[in-house]
């Protein structure tokens, strides 16, 4: 298995699972946070690590690492393995979703950017959704047909705030989440419901369903 975005919260929870059922891990892809892939270079021994800056290399423990967004691209040309999880964070993980496709590999995706910029190039026959809403309906959907879907939507860090008071709402309010603790882009996308704007298109490309909504 090659995991993209192996040390955000979807990546983690990957490898926890691929450790539980006995995968072996070829690739790990990182962005900034060398210390936590080298912990997990030394856990599951991947044969392949890239990470997002040529400035970090040397703090890499590992002797085959590939870096920034060509380096994603010729890791993945170099692997054997079926299975690619794309948690990458934004724009940077459309051109991994589409060579993993490309290469003919199994994409179970995270990265909502690939679908928003370019479902209608992907093959989603061999995409499998892991972020938690589109994995719970395409699970529960299987092969029926669908003719509306809603989304839940938890509504963000100002769900409970007057319209009156949002002019004054600062960054670090917008970043303050009622439930969940995620990265500054998500938390952000989540407080102006454009979090919840990318999974409605992702379920369009997905789903095949054109009637869509989210709720509060």
């Not at 900034?32 to 290399?57: C, F, W």
């Not at 948690?87 to 909502?112: C, D, H, Q, T, Y």
């Not at 409605?200 to 869509?212: D, N, S």
Request: aromatic content about 6%; some cysteine.
């Amino acid at each position: 298995m090659i995991v993209l975005g192996s040390t955000g919260s979807i990546g983690v929870n990957a490898l926890i699972i691929a450790k539980r059922f006995g995968m072996e891990i070829e690739a790990l892809v990182a962005g900034k946070n060398i210390a936590l892939l080298n912990e997990q270079s030394k856990e599951y021994h991947p044969k392949y690590v890239a990470i997002a800056d040529e400035k970090d290399r040397h703090l890499v423990k590992h002797s085959e690492v590939f870096v920034g967004k060509e380096g994603i691209l010729e890791l993945l040309q170099k692997t054997q393995s079926f299975l690619v999880v794309n948690a990458l964070v934004g724009f940077v993980g459309l051109a991994p979703s589409i060579e993993a496709l490309r290469l003919g590999k199994r994409l179970a995706l995270a990265n909502k950017e690939s679908l928003v910029v370019a479902g209608h190039l992907l093959d989603t026959s061999r995409i499998t959704p892991i972020d938690s809403e589109h994995f719970g309906l395409w699970y529960l959907l299987g092969n029926r047909p669908v003719s509306a879907m809603t989304i839940t939507a938890s509504g963000g860090a100002f769900r409970d705030t007057p319209l009156a008071e949002l002019p004054r709402m600062s960054f670090q309010d917008a970043l303050k989440h009622p439930n969940w603790s995620m990265g500054a882009k998500i938390t952000i996308d989540s407080a102006t419901m454009t979090n919840k704007l990318f999974e409605l298109l992702e379920a369009r490309w997905l789903f095949g369903c054109e009637k869509l909504d989210a709720i509060i």
